[in-house]
């Protein structure tokens, strides 16, 4: 199976370069429209939509209302090779226009990982499997 997961963006070029430029996902070309975006991540298709496409989709009831920060009801993790990729991306997400919401951190359920947002907010964490991390209630982040 393949999946799908697609965001609704005021700037779906940006957000489509800044995804392509932090993670290292090649742009789906032929899937671009005036509208949309896609980056291949192997078993997974990363999307971008812009506003239209709430239109398109019958969801203009649905348009979020200006927030900042949104709220967060959703993000995705993006699996990385190692907790030196994880390192890497914090340290080069601000220089793409996105934040660190959570420095890199070891957690419970022994991955590295860090918690980072967008240039639209949008929440997302990078996250790369290790050996072995204690478990301490000082890694408690999920």
Not at 15 to 32: H, I, N, S
């Amino acid at each position: 199976m393949k999946v799908f997961v697609n965001q609704f963006c005021h700037d779906t070029e940006g957000q489509m370069q800044f995804y392509a430029t932090l993670l290292g996902l090649p742009e789906l070309a032929q899937r671009r429209s005036p509208i949309y975006r896609a980056l291949d991540a192997g078993e997974a298709e990363l999307g971008f939509n812009s506003e239209a496409a709430y239109a398109l989709l019958s969801l203009d009831d649905r348009m979020p209302a200006e927030a900042a920060p949104a709220p967060v009801t959703a993000y995705a993790t993006f699996m990385l090779d190692s907790p030196q990729a994880v390192d890497a991306a914090a340290a080069q997400v601000q220089a793409l226009g996105g934040g660190v919401i959570k420095p890199p951190y070891a957690t419970y359920y022994q991955e590295w990982q860090a918690v980072l947002h967008d240039p639209e907010q949008r929440v997302f964490r990078v996250s790369a499997a290790v050996a072995a991390a204690p478990a301490t209630p000082a890694m408690a982040g999920g």
